[in-house]
């Protein structure tokens, strides 16, 4: 075990006093809890790999004026896209 002096925002102590006091647990034994789930935490959002997305070709249609929003949403979506 460690002994160390730490310095609390005044919301993070708030919240560690209210943990403690909701469990009926030490102050001390709020923080190290807290910190390994953080901790826990952090591993578990580390090993899940990013999403990815592939990308690939729609195609261009070429009777179709891709600087008109309006005409692709009429097309993509019929006369009453509004």
Known sequence: MMRTTVTLDDDVAAQLEREARRTGKGFKQAINETLRA????????????????????????????????TELLEVAEGPDHR
């Open 38 to 69: 953080g901790f826990a935490a952090q591993r578990r959002a580390a090993a899940i790999p990013p999403y990815v997305v592939e990308a690939r070709a729609l195609g261009v249609r070429p009777e179709l004026d891709y600087a008109n929003v």
